[in-house]
């Protein structure tokens, strides 16, 4: 820890330049765009003076107290929320990360009882605050809106809870939530949570087979859904998807007793709606009748919150489960610092309550500090690329956070796009989900942020539960692409192969030497796999997956994946999850998947396929290949390409040389390597061949 810190603390050493901002090359724009990647962006004195961590000594102050004393700084900052039993004071967090001494096991204030839904509604009405809006619902078709203050939410979200309860939905029951970005999506979460029923969200994007696999994994007796959704102009029938996923499920001895379904009348009718009576149930129908005051389920700090799947190295999705107390603190902790958070900010984020994105930084963060939350239901290129400035200004959001995907594909259009909006409401933005590129960090600033508002570029994961490195706005000057630096009590390391810790500056493994309160704790019904993916691979430390570097001042720059994951359009895909879905194509004997450089996308998935022997490749074939994906996992994950192989370059031991693939697909032909040691050498001469085919 004291190695650490005195690293961390190198950064003390900044050039001293706060308040002469670099950005003011802002006035020659073409300058701006393409200057050097390493250049410091000072937060304007204006910021840092309100900013509620105003300087980098304030920063290491709190940040060391947290690494030092991590119970006294979690301690305190803890007991700003309500809890019906405090926790063992002793014992703020027992933990051990070390595999090498027995079971991996993380607890943070256990014993202490508490509800996540109490305190993020009943706490805010209760301090005199039920009367400010908590959600601002935005729909596909600009003019469609809604809006709930805390109060009428807490009321929504009691009637549901009694609902539940009433057919049966008991404390740690899993309910599985199916639905789009409607109100009713954080109502149901909310719900669950107040009874302390499991929620486990499914993207609603994802296929009727993905759906099933989830259901059968933690068999919920009931599901939340919605008749459809319109995907710009286009009506999606989720509730058709469910059905299909029930079916299946109960062809896998897993039974779905309800579903309950809201009526989302935008999209669709409910008479146009499929029905199966003895199992389905309209929302409006029964919800409203129950009492809007619900008693609260104390649940231990300990007790689980939600699963929520997401993809590995294998097939078989990950059951990432969070536990309540120091999943809440770290939620709320995390959302107040890096954004940077008053309350008189509006705040917009433009991820689904469907990855985790959704879950720490639509719900729960934001909630749980008495923010105003825009949610948007729509498709930000709808009805055209200016739809998200529009919403901007009409709520005037003062936090706008969303994916480099987003910010790449808005900065392909024109500019007026943007600047036909005022934006003079944002004050900080806010970047996740993969590595921001510096031109399209420097736009996101200069043409969106009027080189005004700080760009928090976070570093997370579903696993972690809240942000682990981010710049605290107003704290550090911003290297446009790096994440900056460890969040409060996070010790981030970079090891080398071997494990060693890298001192300095250097690149390799990124990996975490202690716990923090958001960490998630197992994978639901897989302890060992648990164990063995994050916690084996470097003894000692939690590994993330991810690759890292640490430049001379010590700012962290994340480089993407090391592992078979590929990030699409910030989604994290597992190349063997499209591998399976392309060989249950019958026509395909052979899969590999590779990520390239997608312009917009981050990375596209490339997919090299062998057919069966007689086969020919064609158009048809290679829509129907990609049809066999959507179908499986569903349309995000449709590969950007396929690329028919009838040999694949292997190994005398069978193993397929991905690194030559993944040369072949971005056509660094050049860098092919040692290719002798492949069983049959001439595949990649064929292979390169095909590449246009
Ligand atoms: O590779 C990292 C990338 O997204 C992965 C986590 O994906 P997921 O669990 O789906 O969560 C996405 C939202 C937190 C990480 O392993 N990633 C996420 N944020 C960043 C990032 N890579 C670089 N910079 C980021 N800010």
């Not at 990030?567 to 591998?579: D, L, P, Q």
């Not at 994906?629 to 192989?645: E, L, M, S, T």
């Amino acid at each position: 820890t004291e190695d650490h810190l005195r690293h961390i603390e190198s950064l003390a050493t900044f050039p001293s330049g706060a308040g002469k901002i670099s950005h003011l090359r802002a006035t020659n724009l073409g300058e701006c765009l393409s200057s050097e990647e390493h250049d410091l962006v000072f937060p304007t004195p204006e910021f840092s003076d309100k900013a509620l961590v105003p300087s980098t000594e304030k920063y290491l102050e709190m940040y060391r107290r947290s690494v030092r004393d991590p119970a006294g700084f979690w301690g305190d900052i803890a007991a700003e929320f309500y809890w019906k039993e405090k926790w063992d004071c002793e014992k703020v967090c027992s933990e051990n990360l070390d595999v090498r001494k027995g079971t991996v096991e993380i607890e943070w204030f256990k014993g202490g009882k508490t509800n996540i839904c109490f305190n993020a509604l009943d706490r805010i009405v209760d301090n005199g605050d039920g009367d400010k809006v908590a959600l601002y619902w935005e729909g596909n078709v600009p003019g469609l809106d809604d809006k709930l203050t805390y109060k009428e939410l807490l009321d929504k979200v009691c009637q549901l809870s009694n609902y539940l309860k009433d057919v049966g939905v008991k404390k740690g029951d899993a309910v599985v939530i199916y639905l789009p970005m409607l109100a009713e999506l954080p109502i149901s979460m909310l719900a669950c949570a107040r009874i302390g029923a499991v929620h486990s969200v499914v993207f609603a994007g994802f296929s009727a087979e993905s759906l099933a696999q989830r259901i059968i994994d933690c068999k919920p007796n009931v599901v939340i859904t919605c008749n459809a959704v319109l995907r710009g102009d286009k009506p999606i029938l989720l509730k058709n998807i469910v059905d299909q996923a029930i079916t299946q499920s109960a062809d896998n001895g897993v039974s779905v007793d309800l579903c309950l379904t809201y009526e989302n009348q935008s999209a669709m009718k409910k008479e146009a709606t499929k029905w199966q009576a003895d199992r389905d149930i309209w929302w409006q129908d029964v919800v409203p009748k129950y009492p809007n005051t619900c008693l609260v389920e104390w649940v231990d700090a300990e007790d689980p919150l939600f699963l929520l799947y997401t993809s590995g190295s294998t097939g078989k999705p990950k059951g990432v489960l969070h536990t309540t107390g120091g999943y809440m603190v770290y939620a709320a902790t995390t959302f107040k610092y890096a954004f940077d958070y008053k309350p008189s900010d509006v705040y917009w984020c433009t991820a689904d309550c469907g990855w985790i994105t959704g879950h720490s930084y639509v719900s729960y963060g934001p909630l749980l500090n008495g923010a105003s939350v825009v949610i948007f239901e729509g498709a930000p290129n709808y009805p055209d690329s200016g739809r998200c400035w529009d919403i901007v200004d009409k709520y005037n959001v003062t936090i706008f956070y969303t994916a480099p995907t987003l910010v790449r594909s808005l900065m392909r259009e024109k500019n007026e796009y943007v600047t036909r909006y005022s934006r003079k409401s944002l004050r900080v933005l806010g970047s996740v989900g993969e590595p921001i590129n510096p031109s399209a960090w420097r736009w996101f600033y200069n043409i969106v942020g009027d080189s005004r508002c700080p760009i928090s570029d976070t570093w997370w994961q579903t696993e972690t539960g809240g942000f682990m490195i981010t710049p605290l706005p107003g704290s550090w000057p911003q290297k446009p692409g790096s994440a900056t630096f460890p969040f409060f009590g996070v010790q981030p390391v970079i090891v080398d192969e071997k494990g060693n810790e890298i001192e300095g500056e250097c690149s390799g493994y990124l990996c975490v030497k202690n716990s923090w309160p958001g960490a998630f704790r197992t994978l639901y019904g897989d302890h060992d796999r648990y164990e063995t993916t994050y916690f084996k691979p470097f003894p000692g430390y939690y590994f993330s997956g991810d690759g890292c570097s640490r430049d001379g001042d010590g700012y962290y720059w994340l480089t993407g994946r090391v592992d078979d994951v590929i990030n699409v359009s910030g989604h994290r895909i597992g190349t063997a999850e499209v591998e399976s879905a392309l060989v249950l194509h019958p026509q395909c004997v052979e899969a590999a998947v590779v990520g390239v450089e997608h312009e917009v996308k981050g990375q596209g998935i490339y997919a090299f396929v062998t057919l069966v022997d007689g086969v020919t490749y064609s158009e048809e074939l290679r829509k129907s290949l990609i049809l066999s994906v959507r179908n499986q996992i569903g349309a995000f994950a449709a590969p950007d390409k396929i690329h028919w192989a009838p040999g694949l370059p292997k190994t005398r031991s069978g193993k397929i040389m991905r690194r030559i693939l993944r040369k072949i697909a971005s056509r660094q032909l050049e860098e092919l390597g040692d290719i002798s040691t492949l069983a049959d050498p001439a595949v990649v001469d064929q292979l390169i061949a095909l590449s246009d085919c």
